[in-house]
């Protein structure tokens, strides 16, 4: 799943492809690389992001949802927690829709994404993005996820959304420390035994950085490493920036372990 930010304002990539042509230039790229999905998105979620006004999002997504999804053959995802964000992007073509509030943010959500059938992808978030770094603390990191994950799958089931539409992300560097996210990665599996499509994400963020000393852009190693790590404990959807980089390494981690490439079977959704 390659990223498309169309935001001033995103922690690795900001500003690079604010206009609606840059933005639609880069999803192509990324399509071009391999990207079976691009996920397009208006609004920034690093901690302690300014909230952005519905018609401000839509001014910046839609013109790049309606572009690509006539264009490329990728499906399109809309990172998006509004529901009348989700719904214009869903009627320009977007098959997907990322919700890193697992519905939670927006109570119409549910509806939009079990009326238009869409996938829906629900990540795990400790609090909001304004305050979801300050002091994050877990018993049980990886048992407080998968709960949580459950929980709001049984949601979205009870809600009208088909369990076969819906994918589960444990939210790396949202609400944790590093601990936290390299816990989750060492037990992923136990996310994965939920028994749903498990998508991950730690392209280019902090604890790479924390890790490493590496600046943002510098950091697509520990994005390769933490990805084949995942895919080998039951990932199947990597959210990146870098899409050429982690499509030759996903592609040698699939043969190495004997397993199909499923990111391949995933184009059409
Ligand atoms: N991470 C970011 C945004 N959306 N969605 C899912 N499902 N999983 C993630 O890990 C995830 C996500 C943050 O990355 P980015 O889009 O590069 O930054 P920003 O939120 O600042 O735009």
């Known amino acids: ?66 572009a690509l999804a006539g264009d490329v053959s990728a499906a399109i995802s809309i990172d998006t927690t509004k529901a009348g964000v989700a719904r214009a992007a869903l009627a320009a073509g977007a098959t997907i829709v990322n919700d890193v509030s697992a519905l939670r943010f927006d109570p119409t959500m549910v509806e939009v994404v ?16 304004r305050t979801m770094q300050e002091e994050p603390r877990y018993d049980d990191v990886v048992a407080e996820v998968e709960a949580f994950l459950e929980q709001r799958l049984a949601f979205a089931v009870a809600a009208g959304i088909a369990e076969s539409d819906v994918w589960l992300d444990p939210g790396i560097g949202f609400g944790k420390t590093l601990e936290h996210n390299l816990e989750l ?47 080998e404990r039951g990932a199947s959807v990597f959210r990146v920036h870098d899409v050429a980089e982690l499509r030759d390494a996903l592609t040698v981690a699939a043969a190495t372990v004997g397993r199909e490439a499923a990111w391949t079977s995933t184009k059409s959704r």
């Open 114 to 129: 079990a009326e238009r059938g869409a996938v829906c992808c629900l990540m795990h978030m400790r609090g909001e993005p």
């Open 1 to 66: 799943m390659g990223v498309v930010n169309v935001t001033p304002d995103s922690f690795s990539d900001g500003g690079s492809f604010f206009a609606t042509d840059a933005a639609v230039a880069h999803g192509r790229r990324l399509a071009g690389e391999g990207a079976d999905q691009l996920d397009v998105g208006g609004e920034s979620t690093r901690p302690g992001a300014e909230p952005v006004s519905q018609q401000e999002e839509l001014r910046r997504v839609l013109p790049v949802v309606e």
């Open 185 to 231: 990665l060492r037990r992923l599996d136990e996310i994965a035994r939920i028994g749903r499509p498990v998508v991950v994400g730690t392209s280019r963020k902090s604890f790479l950085g924390r890790l490493t000393g590496r600046s943002e852009g510098e950091r697509v190693p520990g994005t390769i490493a933490t990805s084949v790590l995942a895919y």
